[in-house]
């Protein structure tokens, strides 16, 4: 599966941005995906996931409410609408693509996720 991410950028806090993330190469639509970032000099830690179907999504508790992911399987593209965006939101985004195929649960680990895209930056100023 080959991955890529775009829409990241500069954008003041309270501000808005829409990352989106196509996919290639495989069924995407039987994929679970993942949002993941990576502050500066920070671990990278899960985001957002989403199963196969969107009928499931997991939030992390810092971006509850303000985050939403989805997908379009038609477009092979899973996307990530940031709103109420905070200065620490700032870090490298990236989206990873869980092959289980099919699977109901959503996946949390980041060691699970077998593919991942090349990060877009996002960078939220105060």
């Known amino acids: 599966v080959q991955l890529q991410a775009s829409g990241g950028g500069l954008v003041q806090a309270g501000g808005s941005l829409r990352l989106s993330c196509s996919a290639s190469g495989r069924t995407f639509s039987g994929l679970g995906m993942g949002w993941f970032r990576q502050p500066p000099g920070k671990e990278r830690d899960i985001v957002a996931a989403?199963?196969?179907?969107?009928?499931?999504?997991y939030y992390a508790d810092s971006v509850k409410g303000r985050f939403i992911i989805s997908r379009d399987n038609t477009k092979n593209t899973v996307y990530l609408q940031m709103n109420s965006l905070k200065p620490e939101d700032t870090a490298v985004y990236y989206c990873?693509?869980?092959?289980?195929?099919?699977?109901?649960?959503?996946?949390?680990?980041?060691?699970?996720?077998?593919?991942w895209g090349q990060g877009t930056q996002v960078t939220v100023s105060s």
């Open positions: 989403i199963t196969w179907s969107g009928g499931s999504t």
């Open positions: 990873a693509a869980d092959t289980t195929y099919y699977s109901d649960y959503v996946e949390r680990a980041l060691g699970k996720y077998d593919y």
